[in-house]
């Protein structure tokens, strides 16, 4: 894990900041997210580190870090969050920025099961296509 | 036998909880001298002060001794108490049974003990006391302002406006101190000089102010009231009535050295102002630049004066003048950074101090408050910040910190990202600290609305790379190595006391710390006043501090000096030491160990026989003398004593404790 001036400058943190509405250069790292997270016993990158990266511009470590996809979207980071940083759209802004850098279509009408398409809210699924589909 | 008359205070439960004050009150009764004991539940309040009087009054008593609290509470209460009552204050004597008895002991029986025993010390001690009288001196109503950076302009502003003459005296051509050099201040960004000049325009004109500019204090002799200063004013080589300040001789003078003011990232001439808003305006010869004055040849400053003000048989003069009070606002330096060749400063031109990037964005700078590379004369793209060199460095730097690194370096960060729009500020840190009002907000701005980047880690290397400079370090934070590539890297230099310091301090006869700050005479209560009275510390001197504290420090101050100046005369401390000449051996032991100059020699005559010897014996100057007993205890003799604590009672208090 290295830092480099021309990491820092780049474009990641002014991206995830776009996509998320969110200050992510605000966060002074006091890390109280990362000790009231109820799922961070599952993941890899702590939530205060998932910011330091994101400040940083890591791109790496980030988006190769599982917690991109453990952070259940709870909401206590940002409930307690000293510097006003809503800490779950940040990652789902990493999420989308993962994703829209891979490409590729993970999510079709015709592929969804009758069983989803039943259940699931349909703000779900337009936050899925969004998401996932190209 | 004497008339000992002993009160006891419950101080509430604060005392009465933990000693058994019925026990101590009998025990009392029983001790040499004692004719009266009494007690109350507040003695410092008017009931009980009243019961001591009428007491004094009614068993005539002729020494009071109270069990209370530490003489450094109410001491000067209750001598009050036993004067209006018609006895000599110093008949008073305090035992102090709360501080170092009641509050410090749990066991009511031992507790008990011990306040029996230090009551029994203090009837001893008050059994030999002897009556004492302050004398009443004269003071000179005129203040001295060593310094005439912020701090010492505030503190003379304040104190002539009060109605008081002040002399400043400063060492450079011009005041201004370490502010004039600043660009902008933080946490409003409001630009330093503007609000500087006319502070110094006011001294300028102020009726009051006699500014003594290019001078140093050589000697300071006396105490409070009445000191005597000895100020040597320094060969300017321009006759300051005759100069009209109008900058002919030094836009021809042919000698360039580096200019102090720019720390030396431009040139200024031999003959000079150190700035264009310099007061008084007017400029001086540095002899050992001038071509005349090296060389013996040149005089072009004198054939273009059109005043004929050029004068180079100015000698030195040494004048002497009397001050009642003195305010010391000297100010600070940088840190020297010889033991940091990490950081290739003095190595690459990119790698400046704070306050050489405080010269490259101020306006009237060298670059006309442009900030670019000194390499190149080019704009820098990124440049690093490096907090914390020379602070917080046991090992090679002070230990202490700097205090005003982290906000100047926030407003360092501000104003490159509005110079140099698209360049980015990456800041070095251990810790950040902004305790000030509207300081945290104005280190959010830095990182939050200007782009600066915050790495938790000290910079181990910088080394040059083409053109560049690289910067290695690790943001503590992610673990991450941190390897940047920067055009510029700016050091937070620390800031330590005035080179000279120790020195103006054994003239003053004050203390420094172990870093050469001056000492305040209690570190919350009396932060201005020093341990020898009628000398004031205001700004730098006295520790790091930014421009709000050192003008709240400076105004204080002003004050104390204001306070002191106003009063008729001054009541001398009368618990001062005494020779008896008798049993002095004049080997001046006592001499070597006063802190305060409170001693001299002194030749007496005596007969021997039909002969008459002279001989050697010390004496001690009651004005200056602040009672501490250190020339007591170095006396072999035992031919000093020290009035109220007198060799004979402090015995006395041993037998009581040990007997």
């Given amino acids: 894990m290295k830092v480099t001036t021309d990491k820092i400058n780049s474009n990641l943190i002014k991206e995830v900041e776009e996509v998320s509405g969110q200050k992510v250069s605000a966060c002074f790292q006091c890390a109280k997210c990362t000790g009231g997270c109820p799922v961070v016993w599952a993941m890899d990158v702590y939530p205060h580190q998932i910011l330091r990266y994101a400040q940083l511009g890591l791109a790496d470590e980030l988006l190769n870090s599982k917690t991109l996809w453990i952070c259940a979207s ?61 | 036998m ?30 040499p001298g004692v004719v009266y004991v009494d007690h109350n539940k507040y003695t410092c309040s008017e009931i009980g002060q009243a019961m001591i009087r009428e007491a004094i009054a009614a068993h005539r008593l002729d020494r009071v001794v109270i069990g209370s609290c530490s003489p450094r509470m109410h001491e000067n209460t209750f001598r009050k108490t036993v004067e209006a009552a018609g006895l000599n204050p110093f008949y008073l004597e305090i035992a102090n049974i709360r501080e170092q008895c009641s509050w410090v002991h749990k066991d009511k029986l031992t507790a008990t003990e011990k306040a029996i025993s230090l009551i029994r010390t203090a009837v001893a001690k008050a059994a030999r006391s002897e009556p004492l009288f302050s004398t009443e001196m004269s003071i000179e109503r005129r203040a001295l302002v060593i310094g005439g950076g912020i701090a010492g302009i505030q503190a003379a502003l304040d104190i002539a406006d009060a109605g008081f003459e002040v002399d400043l005296v400063e060492k450079e051509p011009s005041i201004g101190g370490r502010m004039a050099q600043l660009d902008k201040t933080f946490p409003t960004l409001d630009c330093s000089a503007c609000i500087l000049t006319p502070k110094m325009v006011d001294v300028a004109q102020h009726g009051n102010i006699n500014l003594i500019t290019y001078s140093e204090v050589e000697k300071v002799e006396g105490f409070v009231g009445n000191f005597t200063v000895t100020i040597r004013n320094r060969a300017r080589s321009v006759d300051m009535e005759k100069c009209t300040g109008c900058g002919d001789c030094y836009a021809k003078c042919p000698s360039k050295v580096d200019s102090e003011f720019e720390m030396g990232l431009a ?18 010869i540095d002899r050992a630049n001038c071509r005349y004055f090296t060389s013996g040849k040149c005089k072009v400053c004198q054939k273009v004066c059109p005043a004929g003000a050029i004068d180079y048989e100015q000698q030195d003069q040494l004048v002497e003048k009397k001050y009642g009070a003195i305010v010391v606002a000297t100010g600070f330096d940088t840190h020297k950074l010889d033991n940091y060749g990490e950081y290739a400063y003095g190595k690459h031109p990119d790698v400046i101090t704070s306050l050489e990037f405080e010269r490259l964005v101020n306006a009237s700078g060298p670059t006309g408050g442009k900030i670019l590379r000194p390499s190149n004369g080019q704009p820098p793209k990124n440049v690093a910040f490096i907090q ?39 800041v070095f840190y251990i810790d950040v600290r902004t305790p000030g009002k509207d300081y945290e907000e104005f280190y959010n701005r830095a990182y939050e609305e200007c782009g600066a980047t915050y790495i938790r880690g000290n910079v181990s290397k910088v080394f040059p790379d083409g053109d560049k400079l690289v910067v290695r370090s690790v943001d503590a934070l992610s673990g991450a190595l941190v390897e940047l590539v920067v055009d510029m890297v700016v050091l937070a230099t620390s800031v330590d006391a005035r080179a000279d310091a120790r020195e103006l301090a054994q003239k003053l006869s004050i203390t420094t710390n172990a870093y050469n700050f001056f000492n305040e005479a209690h570190p919350k209560l009396r932060p201005v006043e020093t341990q020898t009275a009628g000398v004031f510390l205001a700004g730098a001197c006295q520790g790091p501090k930014d421009i709000p504290d050192t003008v709240a420090q400076a105004s204080a101050a002003a004050v104390k000096v204001v306070s002191l100046l106003n009063k008729e005369s001054l009541l001398s401390n009368p618990t001062v030491a005494e020779v008896d000449i008798k049993l002095c051996s004049g080997d001046m032991s006592c001499l070597a160990v006063c802190p305060y100059g409170a001693i001299a020699e002194k030749f007496i005559e005596e007969r021997h026989g039909r002969e008459i010897r002279k001989r050697r014996v010390a004496e001690v100057n009651t004005a200056l003398c602040q009672g501490c007993g250190a020339c007591t205890v170095a006396c072999r003799p035992g031919a000093i004593n020290l009035k109220g604590f007198t060799n004979e009672q402090i015995l006395a208090e041993v037998d009581a404790i040990c007997l």
């Avoid at chain 1, 999510?107 to 779900?124: I, K, M, S, T």
């Avoid at chain 2, 917080?392 to 205090?403: E, S, V």
């Avoid at chain 2, 501000?414 to 360049?423: C, N, Q, T």
């Fill in chain 1, 74 to 134: 709870c909401q206590t980071c940002d409930s307690r969050c000293p510097r006003e940083v809503d800490i779950p759209k940040v990652i789902e802004a990493l999420r989308l920025v993962l994703l829209r850098a891979r490409g590729g279509n993970y999510l079709h009408p015709n592929n969804l099961p009758a069983r989803v398409l039943e259940n699931a809210p349909q703000q779900g699924l337009v936050s899925a296509f969004r998401k996932y589909a190209r």
């Fill in chain 2, 388 to 426: 914390c060199v020379g602070s917080r460095d046991k090992a090679k730097g002070n230990p202490y910190c700097a205090k005003i690194c982290c906000m100047y370096t926030a407003k360092h960060a501000i104003l490159l990202s509005e110079k140099v729009p698209g360049a980015n500020a990456f």
């Fill in chain 2, 2 to 31: 004497k008339r000992i008359g002993v009160f006891l205070c419950w101080c509430g439960s604060n005392i009465a909880a933990t000693v058994d004050i019925e026990e101590t009150m009998a025990a009392a009764r029983k001790m």
């Fill in chain 2, 267 to 284: 040139k200024r001439r031999a003959i000079y102002t150190p700035f264009p808003q310099a007061v008084p305006n007017k400029p001086a």
